[in-house]
């Protein structure tokens, strides 16, 4: 029992010393550090007592060196008024300086705010390069907007490349989506056979659209109602 009062006593003690040593970088000017101390102060925990307000001016110096991160964190308090009086549009800026400088995150909340404001362009805007690095939801969102030509002028080809990619991810309602293309020709050529195959994969990825369509193996593949 002692020895393990003892351990956590040491451990509680290093981490004061770790924050000292992080308090101190930080003042001396470097952003990774402000952002950590800021980060820490923001919720509390690792030995800091919450202190909103005094996280929010720790991440607004890390932001001003250019730190994403910072810049992100800062632009989700302006969002909420956590530490700082709530303000959508220094929330938008700061999330738009992180953006800029590839924060996945930051490009996700711009385009979520765009979306809620039915501003559609800009939502595709900050969607096109989550998409190009990979993610299912925003490729399948994308191609979405561009297929309704909500993105922009942008061919139809592209927003069914975007489908693609999130239906070979393993997103049930980008390969219903597909299916529609090659049964409307849109951005690919019409095609029975491939319609079908992508609405049987709709139903076994579990959207219930394409399962309500799809019927019953009957002495062999799935056959359309």
Not at 147 to 176: H, S, T, V, W
Not at 195 to 213: D, E, K
Request: glycine share 10%.
């Amino acid at each position: 029992m002692k020895r393990a009062a003892a351990i956590v006593f040491a451990l509680a003690l290093a981490a004061c010393h770790h924050n000292e040593r992080l308090a101190d970088a930080a003042a001396e000017g470097n952003a990774a550090a402000q952002y950590e101390y800021g980060r820490r102060l923001l919720g509390g925990g690792k030995g800091l007592s919450a202190n909103p307000h005094q996280a929010a001016l720790w991440l607004t110096a890390a932001s001003l060196r250019g730190h994403a991160k910072a810049q992100s964190l800062l632009g989700w308090c302006y969002a909420v008024g956590r530490g700082v009086e709530k303000s959508p549009a220094k929330s938008r800026r700061w999330y738009e300086a992180s953006a800029r400088q590839g924060s996945a995150v930051a490009c996700l909340e711009l385009a979520k705010s765009s979306l809620r404001e039915h501003c559609e362009p800009d939502a595709a805007h900050w969607l096109q390069p989550l998409a190009e690095a990979g993610f299912p939801g925003p490729q399948n969102v994308l191609g979405k907007l561009l297929l309704l030509d909500k993105g922009g002028a942008i061919p139809q080809a592209e927003a069914q490349r975007y489908l693609r990619f999130a239906a070979m991810n393993g997103d049930a309602e980008a390969c219903l989506l597909m299916s529609y293309c090659y049964a409307k020709g849109i951005g690919v050529p019409k095609n029975t056979t491939l319609m079908n195959s992508w609405l049987r994969l709709a139903a076994q990825q579990g959207n219930p659209t394409a399962a309500g369509i799809v019927s019953p193996p009957r002495g062999g593949g799935s056959e359309l109602k």
